[in-house]
T-cell receptor, first 115, second 111 residues
Framework: GAVVSQHPSRVICKSGTSVKIECRSLDFQATTMFWYRQFPKQSLMLMAT?????????EQGVEKDKFLINHASLTLSTLTVTSAHPEDSSFYICSARASRYNEQFFGPGTRLTVL | ELKVEQNPLFLSMQEGKNYTIYCNYSTTSDRLYWYRQDPGKSLESLFVLLSNGAVKQEGRLMASLDTKARLSTLHITAAVHDLSATYFCAVARGTGNQFYFGTGTSLTVIP
């Protein structure tokens, strides 16, 4: 099956710093990648959709200047949380999709804790 | 706005019993997915349902899709402790195949 990795798996940072999370499709080329956020005991909320080589499309209520998404290649997307604050602490999960698949493949997630 | 609701939100059941989790969604879609999530982990794909009337079974779990009623069910047969987890349905929408997740059902199977 298709494999998606995320790095780091866990990160702790101070308030006001920026954090970059990488999402890679390891054995397929992902035409589209998605970023989700999940707060404890809640569902996954779609933050944005990114297509390789174009600007990400953000869901309503998600600040594009705070959550910078770059999809520079068909196997890599990055999410940068800029000037992180404690309320940004969450579990961030990416997924990737290739046009030949009818489903998304999810990464293992990154737990962000902002002190 | 697409809404995806699951019920129940919490389910505690004894081993050996049967139960059904329901997933209702508010707008048209013919693609629905079920996932399992263990605490602190990401999602494990269970079922991909791509057409009205689709039914899939794997072990003690069976999923179905009724696109006219905008309803999917996940049926658990003779539950075992290992099935304890949170189960999510997700509805696909849009040209980009965005997923919108249900509220989740936290299942605890009691020995």
């Amino acid at each position: 099956g298709a494999v998606v990795s995320q790095h780091p798996s866990r990160v702790i940072c101070k308030s006001g710093t920026s954090v970059k999370i990488e999402c890679r499709s390891l054995d397929f080329q992902a035409t589209t990648m998605f970023w989700y956020r999940q707060f404890p005991k809640q569902s996954l909320m779609l933050m944005a959709t990114s297509n390789e080589g174009s600007k990400a499309t953000y869901e309503q209520g998600v600040e594009k200047d705070k959550f910078l998404i770059n999809h520079a290649s068909l196997t890599l997307s990055t999410l940068t949380v800029t000037s992180a604050h404690p309320e940004d602490s969450s579990f961030y999960i990416c997924s990737a999709r290739a046009s030949r698949y009818n489903e998304q493949f999810f990464g293992p997630g990154t737990r962000l804790t902002v002190l | 706005e697409l809404k995806v609701e699951q019920n129940p939100l919490f389910l505690s059941m004894q081993e050996g019993k049967n139960y059904t989790i329901y997933c209702n969604y508010s707008t048209t879609s013919d693609r629905l997915y079920w996932y399992r999530q263990d605490p602190g982990k990401s999602l494990e794909s269970l079922f991909v349902l791509l057409s009205n009337g689709a039914v899939k079974q794997e072990g003690r779990l069976m999923a179905s899709l009724d696109t006219k009623a905008r309803l999917s069910t996940l049926h658990i047969t003779a539950a075992v402790h290992d099935l304890s987890a949170t189960y999510f349905c997700a509805v696909a929408r849009g040209t980009g195949n965005q997923f919108y997740f249900g509220t989740g059902t936290s299942l605890t199977v009691i020995p």
